[in-house]
């Protein structure tokens, strides 16, 4: 099961901007980095962000991270149709010796 | 790139061992991390094998059943996996962290095979 809570669904039209969250514990948030991966349909995730807000090379700054004691988010601006996806948050979890992902957001554009 | 091999159906508390073949990097500079994704749910982390012959870690859910192992001779990352159970059927993903550790808080898991479908059922 999954330690990171996210909520199931996000929307937005073009060119809007949409927050999903990712609620944690101080064992994981809130002791470690965040990273975001975006998963399309049939794919392999990909990874969005990383340290909790820092993008890879070839990420577009459309996509922002941000993290706050046991809580994370990620936000995307500018929102285009082919953002629709799932996303999930991930940190490494002391407790539990183990990385943890989030349960998934999914993303769809009107 | 990764590609990863050795998927396939078996009965339950029978085995499998899959396999990550790697090229394109220094293979024991990074840690290695197998993910899966049961049908229509999320991501589920299942092992690690850290860089330079370091530590194993293991989700609870398959400790004492899974094995990870990998190569650094053959650039391959393994997963052993017995006593198989029909919530263990998911499409398994071979992950590589940027960092020889997963614990450094600068890591994330940047290149993904295609994964391989695991499918537990009598």
């Known amino acids: 099961q999954s330690v990171l809570t996210q909520p199931p669904s996000a929307s937005g039209t073009p060119g809007q901007r949409v927050t999903i969250s990712c609620s944690g514990s101080?064992?994981?948030?809130?002791?470690?980095?965040v990273h975001w991966y975006q998963q399309l349909p049939q794919t392999a995730p990909k990874v969005l962000i990383y340290s909790s807000n820092q993008r890879p090379s070839g990420v577009p700054d459309r996509f922002s991270g941000s993290k706050s004691g046991t809580s994370a988010s990620l936000a995307i601006s500018g929102l285009q149709s082919e953002d629709e996806a799932d996303y999930y948050c991930s940190a490494w979890d002391d407790s539990l010796n183990g990385q943890v992902f989030g349960t998934g957001t999914k993303v769809t554009v009107l | 790139q990764l590609l990863e091999s050795g998927g396939g159906l078996v009965q339950p508390g029978g085995s499998l061992r899959l396999s990550c073949a790697t090229s394109?990097?220094?293979?024991?500079?990074?840690?290695m991390t197998w993910v899966r994704q049961a049908p229509g749910k999320g991501l589920e982390w299942v092992s690690t094998?850290?860089?330079?012959?370091?530590?194993?870690y293991y989700a609870d859910s398959v400790k004492g059943r899974f094995t990870i192992s990998r190569d650094n001779s053959k650039d391959t990352v393994f997963l052993q996996m017995d006593s198989l159970r029909a919530e263990d059927t998911a499409v398994y993903y071979c992950?590589?962290?940027?960092?020889?550790?997963?614990?450094?808080?600068?890591?994330?898991?940047?290149?993904w095979g295609q994964g391989t479908l695991v499918t537990v059922s009598s």
């Open positions: 992950a590589r962290y940027t960092t020889i550790t997963p614990t450094n808080q600068r890591t994330s898991l940047d290149f």
């Open positions: 094998f850290s860089g330079r012959g370091g530590r194993t």
């Open positions: 394109g990097f220094t293979f024991s500079s990074f840690a």
């Open positions: 101080s064992s994981n948030i809130g002791s470690n980095t």
